[in-house]
């Protein structure tokens, strides 16, 4: 559904993603950027290239630190991002169509439930937001 509602542009999920993150986050390096994504550091500095490639995002040298790589989206990279948040916000609410909003809910509680208890086992630990979007348990429920 994400492909079809951004097929124009030709930019994965996680590009996406990415973007979004140096759009509200400005000023991370590669390690925080992979952070927040939950994925690894290898794949974070693949999927920046690429990005960096077609110019929505530059990555600069830390003066404090000349180690670590500052990643910011560009002026492109922020239009970019405001054009397709509708269209991402729509292929999301696609998915979720054929659930009604107490399901919603539910599904939402029982997917971060999985996600947390499980999260020593990934690659990279998935940050948890303090208050979860559409949940009826906002915040981790230690259950």
Sequence with gaps: MFMEE?????????????????????????????????????????????????????????????????????????KFVEKYKSRMQRAQDRLLEPLSPDERRCFMDMLYKLIDANNVYGRTTLRMPATRPGSANPGRDEN
């Design 6 to 78: 951004l097929a124009e542009d030709r930019i994965t999920p996680i590009q996406y993603g990415l973007l979004s993150i140096l759009v509200d986050m400005p000023g991370l390096d590669q390690f925080s950027v992979a952070e927040e994504l939950g994925i690894d550091r290898a794949n974070v500095a693949d999927v920046l290239k690429r990005l960096e490639a077609r110019r929505l995002v530059v990555r600069i040298v830390d003066p404090d630190n000349k180690r670590r790589k500052i990643c910011l989206a560009t002026r492109a990279g922020a």
